[in-house]
């Protein structure tokens, strides 16, 4: 049996499915009590990409700390927590085993329930935090209501779903190939910008014209389905084309070649035409669908370039939460717990529960 504070709730979250360990106190579902990300991406740079068997040996060093550190901020010790939510899948096989069996071991020690959470739907969470203790967030004022539209944007998911309620949404349409932030990390690497790419991007941008090159849209059999893969070549034949050399020119000699004028017109006309691609989809899918709220989630989420686009041609109001809260971190994990318990959805055995690395939603 597991105690349950009447009222309030507080959900520990632990994700460590990428390069990030991170945990988080999210207290009802709403207010953030203490987010604390520990990247080992310093780590991975040198590689131009994150290399799984240094980030798993990185969470295990960190874990700990990290979740410490997080009760600490929260004010909490393990007797105000009444469960732990932690990331199942998808991502890296050794870096999700760290956190589930961290998880795992805590919540059979402190005797509390434990959620599983899927990486993809818990950054559609993060929009339902309204309210925190910590400085430095901007956060909207308003929940989001059903139905609900999603469009889902990280380093390996591009996603369009449509929530009816919690724990009730169907995907309408995904990437068939590349996803979109994938696409801005190669296109960075391209142009000789360090991993993460679409950071990078988004600087370098500023400085260029967006319509400099005419970038080709992926034309997909399903109606929200998605493909960078055909937009990331189209990108390398306008770099060979700018540097004057062939098609089998080697692609990581090219950004050498290239004016930081000619870079930064490529990173402008590359981000606008990957961003107008998923903005046209979500507002062709909400006119379809007429949901009562809109919301953007996953790292590509944090693109100022995409709230710009999206906030201009959507036709209803739209507010996005704070960038730090759409890259990787425990409290999105924290809050779909919280639903979770508050929805009394099926609790993970600490005895047995799984990664599942190739998970979808
Ligand atoms: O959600 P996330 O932290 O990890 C995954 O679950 O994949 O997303 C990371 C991705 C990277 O591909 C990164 O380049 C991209 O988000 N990203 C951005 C921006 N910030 C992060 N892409 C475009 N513009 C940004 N400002
Ligand atoms: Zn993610």
């Not at 402190?110 to 910590?134: K, M, Q, R, S």
């Not at 990437?175 to 990390?185: K, P, S, T, V, Y």
């Not at 370098?204 to 055909?230: H, Q, V």
């Not at 993970?348 to 979808?360: Q, R």
């Amino acid at each position: 049996m597991f105690k349950y504070t009447i009222g309030i709730m507080k959900i520990l979250g632990i994700e460590s499915s990428c390069d990030e360990t991170a945990a988080s106190v999210v207290e009802d579902g709403y207010r953030l009590l203490s987010n604390v990300v520990a990247s080992s991406m310093d780590l991975h740079i040198q590689y131009g990409g994150i290399v799984p068997e240094v980030a798993a040996r990185s969470h295990i060093e960190v874990i700990i700390p990290v979740i410490k550190q997080a009760l600490s901020n929260a004010d909490c010790t393990w007797e105000d927590i009444d469960g732990i939510a932690v990331t199942y899948g998808a991502g890296l096989g050794g870096s999700l085993l760290i956190g589930v069996l961290t998880a795992r071991t805590l919540a059979i020690i402190h005797n509390l329930p434990l959620y599983a959470i899927n990486h993809v739907e818990g950054h559609v969470y993060a929009n339902f935090l309204i309210d925190t203790t910590l400085p430095g967030y901007s956060l909207s004022d308003r929940r989001p209501v059903f139905p609900m539209l999603a469009l889902i944007v990280s380093g390996s998911h591009t996603q369009l779903a449509l929530f009816k309620d919690h724990f009730d949404y169907r995907l309408l349409g995904q990437a068939q190939d590349d996803a979109i932030g994938e696409a801005f990390d190669k296109v960075a690497r391209l142009i000789g910008l360090p991993y993460p790419g679409g950071p990078q991007v988004e600087k370098l941008a500023k400085e260029g014209d967006p319509n400099a090159f005419i970038l080709p849209k992926a034309r997909m059999e399903g109606k929200y389905d998605f493909s960078f893969s055909g937009p990331k070549t189209a990108v390398l034949r306008v770099a060979q084309a700018e540097a004057g050399k062939s098609y089998d020119f080697p692609s990581l000699k090219l950004s050498g070649l290239l004016s930081e004028s000619q870079k930064a017109n490529i990173a402008a006309s590359f981000q606008n035409s990957a961003i107008e691609t998923v903005v046209d989809k979500t507002i062709e899918a909400f006119e379809e669908f007429n949901p009562a709220s809109v919301v953007i989630a996953g790292g590509v989420a944090a693109s100022p370039e995409l709230r710009r686009q999206l906030g201009n041609r959507l036709s209803q109001p739209i507010t996005y939460t704070d960038p730090k809260l759409c890259t990787d971190n425990g409290a999105m994990i924290a809050t779909l717990g919280c639903f979770k318990a508050k929805h009394k959805q099926p609790l993970a055995d600490p005895y047995t529960l799984d990664i599942e690395p190739s998970l979808s939603m």
